[in-house]
């Protein structure tokens, strides 16, 4: 029995840690972009969006909308019918779409209660006190007019439902896998044309779950992250060819490709960072750990990577007069 486990230990060792990762023939490179980040950064977000295309260059954006900005008002009674009436605001992602179709930008569009950004789960005010079966209602309205509104576009390649929905980092007030695949099977029915991504973590599983679900696995990149038992920051002790045997796996048992939607590019720190000493910020992102984790994403094997943080990248240019990671990410794109 011991010499099977140590065969086993040996195999998996031989599989995840030998050999470099193939270099892909082309890299895509994306960013994330969330009105709330930028707004919180002081910033104004319609100058930042239009700077990411127009300055920076990025053709693929990926954007996080918040159920609690589109449904902030609660529903109205309708007293004729008897029922309540949803409200929804889309102007400003109506505004964000019809950009990127201006500029040629292909969109990934996230949608869902735990979307990104802390706290992760954006639950309108008034949603707060309902059951999580009437939750569960809303959200689904929501998903369903959000699809219908913008599967028309040209931008939208790809849906992206939840934000590590299977992962429990946030403030949330459940987790529940049968629902996502509820979203998820929604989403594909309303618009079988364009694949739909689960994110999971990339440090901390294996994406089986997601794989199961979802049509394109989506997966973080993080490397220098706050340990909190230790009280300082330490790096992920993962070589990047790991990333590049498990999305293997991923595509031998269910045929399905992995991009990564969050590759760590802003410091890890409380929001937001406008109130963060910039050497405190520094300790965590900086030109020369941005400069390192584009190297480490180009050996991974992996051919898609959406930045997490062009939104500091701005901030940094505009209000500190550091442009070194913007004019760094430029040549990029």
Same mark, same amino acid.
């Given at each position: 029995?011991? #010499?099977?486990? @140590?065969?086993?230990?040996?195999?998996?060792?031989?599989?995840?840690?030998?050999?470099? /990762?193939?270099?892909?023939?082309?890299?895509?490179?994306?960013?994330?972009?969330?009105?709330?980040?930028?707004?919180?950064?002081?910033?104004?977000?319609?100058?930042?969006?239009?700077?990411?295309?127009?300055?920076?260059?990025?053709?693929? @954006?990926? %954007?996080?909308?918040?159920?609690?900005?589109?449904?902030?008002?609660?529903?109205?009674?309708?007293?004729?019918?008897?029922?309540? &009436?949803?409200?929804?605001?889309?102007?400003?992602?109506?505004?964000?779409?019809?950009? /990127?179709?201006?500029?040629? +930008?292909?969109? @990934?569009?996230?949608?869902?209660?735990?979307?990104?950004?802390?706290?992760?789960?954006?639950?309108?005010?008034?949603?707060?006190?309902?059951?999580?079966?009437?939750?569960?209602?809303?959200?689904?309205?929501?998903?369903?007019?959000?699809?219908?509104?913008?599967?028309?576009?040209?931008?939208?390649?790809?849906?992206?439902?939840?934000?590590?929905?299977?992962?429990?980092?946030?403030?949330?007030?459940?987790?529940?896998?049968? #629902?996502?695949?509820?979203?998820?099977?929604?989403?594909?029915?309303?618009?079988?044309?364009?694949?739909?991504?689960?994110?999971?973590?990339?440090?901390?599983?294996?994406?089986?779950?997601?794989?199961?679900?979802?049509? +394109? +696995?989506?997966?973080?990149?993080?490397?220098?992250?706050?340990?909190?038992?230790?009280?300082?920051?330490?790096?992920?002790?993962?070589?990047?060819?790991?990333?590049?045997?498990?999305?293997?796996?991923?595509?031998?048992?269910?045929?399905?490709?992995?991009?990564?939607?969050?590759?760590?590019?802003?410091?890890? /720190?409380?929001?937001?960072?406008?109130?963060?000493?910039?050497?405190?910020?520094? &300790?965590?992102?900086?030109?020369?750990? #941005?400069?390192?984790?584009?190297?480490?994403?180009?050996?991974?094997?992996?051919?898609?990577?959406?930045?997490?943080?062009?939104?500091?990248?701005?901030?940094?240019?505009?209000?500190?007069?550091?442009?070194? %990671?913007?004019?760094?990410?430029? &040549?990029?794109?």
């Amino acid at each position: 029995m011991v #010499f099977i486990v @140590i065969g086993l230990v040996l195999l998996v060792l031989v599989y995840f840690f030998t050999r470099p /990762a193939p270099t892909p023939e082309k890299i895509t490179w994306g960013v994330n972009f969330s009105q709330m980040q930028s707004q919180d950064l002081g910033l104004d977000w319609k100058q930042n969006y239009l700077a990411l295309m127009e300055d920076l260059g990025a053709k693929n @954006i990926k %954007i996080l909308t918040n159920w609690d900005f589109i449904e902030s008002n609660p529903p109205s009674r309708d007293a004729m019918a008897g029922k309540e &009436k949803h409200i929804y605001n889309f102007d400003d992602i109506d505004w964000q779409i019809k950009q /990127a179709e201006n500029h040629n +930008v292909s969109l @990934i569009y996230v949608v869902g209660m735990k979307t990104g950004r802390w706290p992760e789960c954006h639950v309108p005010g008034w949603a707060g006190s309902l059951s999580k079966t009437e939750q569960q209602e809303s959200i689904l309205e929501y998903i369903t007019l959000s699809v219908k509104r913008y599967k028309g576009s040209k931008s939208v390649i790809a849906w992206q439902a939840e934000n590590e929905p299977l992962f429990r980092f946030g403030k949330c007030p459940w987790y529940d896998k049968n #629902f996502l695949k509820k979203e998820v099977a929604l989403i594909q029915s309303l618009d079988p044309a364009r694949p739909v991504i689960v994110s999971d973590s990339g440090e901390q599983s294996l994406w089986f779950s997601a794989a199961k679900i979802g049509d +394109v +696995v989506g997966t973080t990149m993080y490397r220098k992250v706050w340990i909190d038992v230790i009280k300082q920051f330490g790096m992920y002790p993962i070589l990047p060819v790991v990333y590049y045997r498990k999305a293997q796996l991923i595509k031998y048992l269910f045929n399905k490709k992995v991009l990564c939607v969050e590759l760590q590019a802003e410091p890890w /720190a409380p929001p937001p960072f406008s109130n963060v000493p910039m050497a405190e910020q520094e &300790k965590s992102m900086n030109l020369a750990l #941005f400069k390192e984790n584009i190297e480490y994403a180009k050996k991974t094997g992996l051919d898609t990577f959406y930045f997490w943080g062009a939104e500091w990248w701005y901030w940094l240019r505009e209000t500190q007069k550091k442009p070194e %990671i913007w004019n760094e990410a430029k &040549k990029l794109f």
